[in-house]
C-alpha cells in the first residue's frame, strides 16, 4: 500500500518538476546571461568539478575490483 503511494508522489514530483524546468533551460541558455562573467566561471568550475569527480570515482572503483 504505501508503495503505492510513493510512486504516486513520485510521478506527481517529477511530472511538476519537468514542468518547471523548461524556465530553468531557457534562462541558462540565454546569451545575455549565459555570458556574464561570474556565471560563465562558476558553470566552467562545475563541469571541470564533476569531470574531475568522475574519473576519480571511476578510478577508485575500477582499482578496488582489480586488486
Do not use: E
Request: glycine share 4%; charged share 15%; no cysteine.
Amino acid at each position: 500500500m504505501f508503495s503505492m503511494y510513493a510512486k504516486a508522489v513520485g510521478v506527481f514530483a517529477s511530472g511538476y518538476l519537468v514542468g518547471k524546468i523548461d524556465k530553468v533551460i531557457d534562462r541558462l541558455f540565454d546569451p545575455a546571461f549565459i555570458l556574464m562573467p561570474l556565471i560563465s566561471f562558476r558553470l566552467i568550475a562545475f563541469i571541470a568539478s564533476l569531470i574531475i569527480a568522475v574519473i576519480i570515482v571511476f578510478d577508485f572503483r575500477y582499482y578496488a575490483k582489480t586488486y
